[in-house]
């Protein structure tokens, strides 16, 4: 699980498609802790997120948007001043979420010990059988049961990466002198990121759909009472994210997300969703408009007026979604 130290990161790049992301903290005069965030669009084909196959192209191109990014630039001096003033670089490092495979698991007991609660997350998706661990390395969540509920204790997110895949973005860092110590996927750390700043904590308790769209993909999440009991991600292909108010990238959306609520339904009768959240890259009132008008969902939109409202981040930041991104990694 990257625990290779005790302190958590406090910088993070994210890796996407269109954009790569970088933040990292630092204190105003007051003394509190802000977020100063950086953005630098990639050109079409370096990132193409897959969970099995090479994700990265023309490694030297990136590597050279990265160095610019994280403020080493190319000058070998300003470089070696960089790392000789800190030295290591612990980073996290947010992945697409179609570069790994993902499933929710319901487990009776889940073990206090690292390495006996990995083991038994690696046993209970070897017995799901629906793609192979064999190379992979596995992070997760572990949504605790509601208090008063009956039935199973623990629901987990599991995330599995290849390490062929991970492998590819763990020496594109390391090239640039930057160490993952922690790895997520993009929608499920700004679901964090929502849960810690968006207040009313009855609001999060009630069933509710999370829907992502960064990266050409589309990612829903279907919580019931607060706990997470459906997870699928879905290529949407097409041009960058923002395209997403066009008709036909509009329509795939909805039929996506209504697809994911009819499986979840049949898996979880009971399940009563009144409420959406978007995420989304681009301009989402158009998809905001539809999701109410075709499921009679309430809907709200987690983007950068969520973070104003709580003075997170630094003057003069980048904004947009990667950057957005790149926040909820730390």
Request: charged content about 25%; overall charge positive; aromatic content about 6%.
């Amino acid at each position: 699980m990257w625990e290779w130290a005790g302190n958590k990161p406090q910088r993070c790049l994210k890796v996407g498609m269109d954009a790569a992301a970088w933040v990292e903290t630092e204190l105003n005069w007051r003394g509190r802790r802000r977020y100063r965030c950086v953005v630098s669009p990639l050109q079409e084909g370096l990132v193409k997120p897959s969970p099995a196959e090479d994700n990265l192209s023309d490694i030297p191109a990136l590597e050279g948007r990265i160095r610019a990014l994280t403020g080493q630039g190319t000058d070998s001096h300003q470089r070696r001043r960089s790392v000789l003033s800190d030295l290591p670089r612990r980073i996290t490092l947010l992945l697409p979420d179609a570069a790994a495979r993902t499933m929710v698991l319901q487990l009776d007991q889940l073990p206090a010990d690292g390495e006996e609660r990995e083991a038994l997350i690696r046993w209970r998706l070897g017995q799901e059988q629906l793609f192979s661990l064999a190379g992979a390395k596995l992070v997760w969540q572990v949504f605790p049961a509601l208090s008063g509920r009956r039935g199973r204790a623990h629901t987990v997110l599991a995330v599995s990466i290849q390490e062929s895949v991970l492998q590819q973005y763990e020496s594109l860092c390391e090239s640039v002198g930057l160490i993952p110590h922690e790895v997520g996927v993009t929608s499920l750390r700004l679901f964090n990121l929502w849960r810690k700043v968006a207040g009313r904590l009855s609001r999060r308790k009630r069933d509710f759909l999370w829907a992502t769209v960064a990266d050409r993909a589309l990612t829903t999440m279907v919580f019931q009472q607060g706990r997470l009991v459906f997870y699928r991600c879905k290529h949407l292909g097409g041009e960058p994210a923002a395209s997403v108010t066009t008709t036909d990238q509009l329509d795939r959306v909805i039929e996506e997300c209504g697809a994911s609520l009819e499986l979840c339904q049949q898996r979880h009768p009971d399940l009563a969703v009144t409420h959406a959240v978007l995420c989304g890259d681009g301009e989402v009132a158009a998809l905001k408009t539809r999701v109410e008008s075709s499921f009679g969902l309430s809907v709200e939109h987690m983007d950068w007026g969520v973070i104003d409202n709580v003075g997170l981040a630094a003057r003069g930041s980048q904004r947009g979604f990667a950057a957005l991104a790149a926040m909820a990694g730390i």
